[in-house]
């Protein structure tokens, strides 16, 4: 069964960097699709990005695009999350999650049956 570990997550100053890594173990990430989510307190869970295992097909949620950029590697063992020009509103915590692909790349929680145990990324301002 896929597992997804998930690491990278920080205090950082608005308009800075910062880069979450997914690791995925249990099957090829060439027949899932996985995305980027986030919470924060008190708020639903929204979806920001998502890519398609073997290539191409992303999405991108309109408060990130341009900021955000979701990639695998080489492997198709590891999804990143490179965000850039954060705000304080980023502020929350961050999941990355897989599905097998369908037919698009969804941005919405019950889409996805495999979750990485979330971290933690505070921006201050």
């Known amino acids: 069964q896929l597992q997804l570990v998930e690491s990278g997550g920080r205090l950082v100053q608005s308009g800075g960097s910062l880069r979450l890594s997914c690791v995925a173990s249990?099957?090829?990430?060439?027949?899932?699709?996985i995305a980027w989510f986030r919470q924060a307190p008190g708020k639903e869970r929204e979806g920001i990005s998502c890519?398609?295992?073997?290539?191409?097909?992303?999405n991108n949620a309109d408060s990130v695009k341009g900021r955000f950029t979701i990639s695998t590697d080489s492997a198709k063992t590891l999804v990143y999350l490179q965000m850039n020009s954060l705000k304080p509103e980023d502020t929350a915590v961050y999941f990355c999650?897989?599905?097998?692909?369908?037919?698009?790349?969804?941005?919405?929680?019950?889409?996805?049956?495999?979750w990485s145990q979330g971290t933690q990324v505070t921006v201050s301002s």
């Open positions: 890519i398609r295992g073997s290539g191409g097909s992303t």
């Open positions: 999650a897989a599905a097998p692909w369908r037919l698009g790349c969804e941005l919405k929680s019950i889409e996805y049956d495999y």
């Open positions: 249990g099957f090829p990430l060439d027949y899932y699709k």
